[in-house]
């Protein structure tokens, strides 16, 4: 079980109780941790990733296209829909990726017009062993935590995650 003390966000409470007692700013600590999360988070996948010269968006596309099919190929368009990037972005990193060798741009035997986004070889290859390390990586970082207060995370992030999924939803 994770020990109780002061964290950072809870430094933060008490500032703000104590610079404006009139508002109620109890939204903000979890807010605030799950954002230190993030970030926190973010760094250690990137250290890990970085171990296979790739950063957290290269990992994520040759993942996608790892997952994707038994031929390891998507269209652009279905790539940077899962991936939910811009299509000018996708084109950069595909530039990137294709220069380094991880992917293939080849022709669409469905539709003449149009060309398809494959691992190559050695992106498969690397992929392969990058997905292993970030498990195990992933699994070290959630070690800390036993299971129940693994499973009360999990249903208290896809309860947090099916909020903001209709909240975005009702936006677009």
Known sequence: MVEKSMDAVDQIMEQWRNARPDVDCSPME?????????????????????????????????????????????????????????????????QKLEASGWILRVQNSEDARSMLVQLSASGKELIDRAVVAHVENERRIM??????????????????????????????
Request: with cysteine.
């Open 143 to 172: 070690s800390g935590l036993n299971a129940g207060e693994l499973k009360r995370l999990n249903e208290g992030l896809r309860a947090m995650l099916a909020v903001l999924e209709k909240s975005e939803d009702t936006q677009r």
């Open 30 to 94: 979890n807010i605030g941790r799950l954002r230190r999360c993030s970030d926190l988070l973010q760094r250690e996948l990137e250290a890990t990733f970085s171990t296979f010269g790739m950063t957290a968006w290269e990992f994520d596309m040759l993942a996608t296209l790892r997952r994707s099919s038994a031929t390891y190929c998507m269209t652009p368009t279905d790539l940077f829909s899962r991936l939910m990037v811009t299509s000018g972005t996708m084109t950069h990193r595909l």
